[in-house]
Nanobody, 116 residues
Framework: QVQLVESGGGLVQRGGSLRLSCLAS????????MSWYRQTAQKEREMVAR????????EYADSVKGRFTISRDNAKNTVYLQMNKLELEDTALYYC?????????RGQGTQVTVSP
């Protein structure tokens, strides 16, 4: 059974930092790309960052370039999102995402709230 469990969210002041983690299980983690998405009630789901299975290919949304860093540790079945210089607009539910063939899997998410 595929499981993605996020952690590390919380309340942080504008300009602060958080590090999100996503622990994966139930599939061969090192063979698949992983992504972080975020969503709010006001906005559509947005891909924040994506990392290829070996970590050599990385993409970021324009809104987070230069502030967020995605990484992975295949030995620990974990993908990370280091978020620096957080802005009010970064407030959202963040969740990790993977696609195994035609099936999409997402975790329950971890809430990030940025205060003024």
């Amino acid at each position: 059974q595929v499981q993605l469990v996020e952690s590390g969210g919380g309340l942080v002041q504008r300009g602060g930092s958080l590090r999100l983690s996503c622990l994966a299980s139930g599939f061969d983690f090192g063979l698949y790309a992983m992504s972080w998405y975020r969503q709010t009630a006001q906005k559509e789901r947005e891909m924040v960052a994506r990392i290829s299975h070996l970590g050599r290919g990385i993409e970021y949304a324009d809104s987070v370039k230069g502030r967020f860093t995605i990484s992975r540790d295949n030995a620990k079945n974990t993908v990370y999102l280091q978020m620096n210089k957080l802005e009010l607009e970064d407030t959202a539910l963040y969740y990790c995402h993977t696609e195994l063939g035609f099936r999409v899997y997402r975790g329950q998410g971890t809430q990030v709230t940025v205060s003024p």
